[in-house]
């Protein structure tokens, strides 16, 4: 099983309400969120944490919680990532005007706006110490999957096949050294700035008797490396969600979820309802199954069930289950 690096990983609204995950990493500004929807049961500070938010898609059970988002980022001196389809960066932009700010000189929030098209990404910056002007874009060349990366992480997206333009994403952490959520919780330093610094030298190959000054003290990087981190292949993460299962689609979801340590993915429906499915462009609970049996993940978890579905959750529980066994839900 491979290691994971993050502390937290929250399905923040279970598998019945909008499909919103949250993954958090120890120290600041560093949390991931996937996808917009209602997110009124994260805190402030959590969304505060933020470093990247993914959309999958501007459906408003996807899209409705991005002003929390906004608001809970506005007063930081930080970048904040969003992704999005085709359309996010007008989007985002007129959500964010829609409303009149004292742009006190403490709002510094910088939002930088992703939107990927197939075989393109447009990117644009909405300033707050700029007063938010008409936001410029920039559009380059994008292979994929990569659409974002930093020190700890990539983050891969394909496109779905929605009734409207979706995308879908993974987590996929890098090989080295992680901070090991576990040992930061039990040892002696708090987590802080520190935990960057040596993490940078560790992935840089400094020597273990490399002395970090952390809080007054004096520490060898060798010893900070067995106390607080661990050596890992990394994790995949998977999020799937609001995507017709068609043969177009489906070798690139695969290749999303492949090996993933988790696949979060759409079960809007039962089998019994595999025309709304096709109609309304989302997967069947058995599909959710194939999936993840075909991307040989460790664990399936479903998301997104359709309220017509409340009191019998599960049938499609059972109908994944049938075809993967390996599978939760949270309802
Ligand atoms: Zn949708
Ligand atoms: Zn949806």
């Not at 929390?68 to 389809?85: Q, Y």
């Not at 429906?269 to 096709?278: D, E, L, P």
Request: include cysteine; proline fraction near 5%.
């Amino acid at each position: 099983m491979a290691a994971r690096a993050f502390s937290t990983v929250q399905l923040v609204n279970g598998s019945t309400g909008d499909p919103v995950l949250y993954l958090d990493y120890p120290g600041s500004d560093n949390a991931l969120l996937f996808d917009g929807g209602d997110n009124g049961s994260l805190t402030m500070a959590q969304l505060g944490d933020l470093e990247a938010a993914f959309i999958t898609h501007h459906h408003v059970d996807h899209f409705i919680g991005l002003d929390r988002i906004i608001r809970a980022n506005m007063d930081r001196d930080k970048v904040l990532h969003l992704f999005g389809p085709v359309n996010t960066i007008r989007k985002v932009y007129d959500r964010i005007t829609a409303y009149e700010y004292p742009f006190f000189p403490f709002q510094k929030i910088v939002v930088k706006i992703t939107e990927l098209l197939p075989g393109k990404m447009r990117t644009a910056t909405l300033e707050c110490t700029k007063r938010f002007p008409e936001p410029e874009v920039v559009e380059t060349d994008w292979v994929g999957p990569v659409c974002y990366e930093n020190a700890d992480l990539r983050v891969e997206a394909v496109h779905a096949e929605h009734t409207v333009p979706c995308l879908s994403f993974a987590l996929a952490e890098k090989s080295g050294y992680h901070p090991d959520p576990t040992k930061l919780a039990a040892g002696m330093l708090k987590s802080g700035a520190w935990v960057q610094e040596a993490l940078k030298l560790l992935r840089g190959g400094a020597g273990r008797q490399t002395r970090l000054q952390i809080n007054g003290g004096s520490f060898d990087l060798g010893t900070l490396a067995t106390n607080y981190f661990t050596e890992s292949p990394g994790a995949r993460v998977a999020y799937i969600t609001d995507t017709f299962f068609s043969e177009a689609v489906r070798p690139d979801l695969v290749k999303l979820a492949k090996g993933a340590w988790r696949l979060y993915c759409d079960s809007f429906y039962a089998s019994a309802q595999a025309k709304q499915a096709a109609q309304y462009k989302h997967m069947i609970a058995p599909q959710a199954g194939e999936l993840a049996k075909a991307a040989k993940v460790e664990q399936l978890v479903l998301i997104h069930f359709a309220t017509r579905y409340a009191g019998k959750y599960q049938t499609l529980i059972d109908e994944a289950a049938a075809v993967f066994p390996r599978v939760t839900a949270e309802v």
